[in-house]
Nanobody
Framework: QFRLVESGGGLVQPGGSLRLSCEVS????????LGWFRQVPGKKREGIAA????????VYLDSVKGRFSVSRGNAKNTEYLEMNSLKPEDTGVYYC??????????????????WGRGTQVTVSS
């Protein structure tokens, strides 16, 4: 059974940093690709980072480029979202989700089949 669990959210001041984790079970990150999304109440879920298998790299939403980066742990079941220079507009619930490698790189939530429950990130002074 596919399972994804996010952790690492919290309250941080503007300009601060957080590292989110997405631990997966039931599959490995060699076989499926992950995407990262965030959602603010009243707004659509927004894709912010997604691994693109065709280019073998992670693509980022323009508003987070240069501030956010995705990496993997040594084990093939954890991916990290490092968030630096955080802004109040980065506030939201952050999710990781999995998709087939053939669909990787998409920012469309509908392309992802399995989701974690999310972790809250609040950027405020």
């Amino acid at each position: 059974q596919f399972r994804l669990v996010e952790s690492g959210g919290g309250l941080v001041q503007p300009g601060g940093s957080l590292r989110l984790s997405c631990e997966v079970s039931g599959f490995t990150l060699d076989d499926y690709a992950l995407g990262w999304f965030r959602q603010v109440p009243g707004k659509k879920r927004e894709g912010i980072a997604a691994f693109n298998r065709s280019f073998n790299k992670t693509v980022y939403l323009d508003s987070v480029k240069g501030r956010f980066s995705v990496s993997r742990g040594n084990a093939k079941n954890t991916e990290y979202l490092e968030m630096n220079s955080l802004k109040p507009e980065d506030t939201g619930v952050y999710y990781c989700a999995s998709t087939d490698l053939s669909l990787s790189g998409s920012f469309l939530p509908g392309m992802y089949g399995f989701w974690g429950r999310g972790t809250q990130v609040t950027v405020s002074s």
